[in-house]
């Protein structure tokens, strides 16, 4: 990812961020994940391919010609998340040219938090705090899930991730299945894994990566 690339995506978590400064800001903490957490899929490598050869999401076909947004727009178990990136002002961000690697939650993710969160998090006094969450599961560059596995396996069942978002997720494995624990120690599976796009590739995982806010 090049200089230029990163100073884009930086300056719209800071625009997004400064746009709420000087407002009252309601979601001071991490949102509480419900006690319904998510599982590992069994395998998570066994994925419906579309005729482009792409995994399909949701049901929808991936075109990897298309943008993040413009595929996650086109599967309907990604709704909450798209309505999040239309809220936190990355639309034009995640589909410049990248490439960002996006660790994307399903809808069943997002109703695993606890009630209200992901309201509260929409709402445009807390633009900050969202713009946090969600660049909490971009990480720079293009990452596959064999180059992830890899890394782990080099750093003896670990490997740490630096997100757009500036704190750190930790990879491991669960079985064949990529695990992710984030900062506050929330863990997510990768259910969909090498989702190619146009400006890069995305995980579709089952569970809401919650940073520190």
Do not use: W
Not at 61 to 78: D, G, H, Y
Not at 120 to 146: D, F, I, Q, R
Not at 197 to 207: A, F, I, L, M, P
């Amino acid at each position: 990812m090049s200089t230029k690339h990163v100073l884009a995506l930086t300056t719209a978590m800071a625009l997004a961020a400064c746009s709420t400064m000087g407002t009252k800001e309601t979601a001071t903490s991490a949102p509480a994940a419900d006690s319904s957490m998510p599982a590992a899929p069994a395998d998570a490598t066994t994925n419906t391919a579309s005729a482009s050869g792409n995994p399909t999401v949701g049901g929808a076909a991936m075109l990897s010609t298309k943008t993040i947004v413009e595929n996650a727009s086109a599967a309907p178990n990604l709704t909450t998340l798209v309505a999040a990136v239309k809220a936190a002002g990355l639309v034009e961000t995640l589909s410049g040219p990248g490439p960002f690697t996006v660790f994307a939650p399903t809808n069943d993710a997002f109703s695993r938090l606890a009630p209200g969160t992901v309201e509260n998090l929409l709402k445009p006094e807390n633009k900050a705090s969202l713009v946090k969450v969600l660049t909490y599961h971009v990480v720079a560059g293009n990452v596959s899930a064999a180059q992830l596995i890899e890394q782990i396996k080099a750093g003896n069942g670990t490997a740490t991730l630096t997100t757009v978002a500036g704190q750190p997720l930790t990879a491991t494995m669960t079985g064949n299945v990529v695990t992710l624990t984030s900062a506050t120690g929330n863990k997510s599976y990768v259910e969909v894994a090498d989702v190619r796009q146009s400006n890069g590739v995305v995980h579709v995982v089952n569970g809401v990566l919650v940073p520190t806010l």
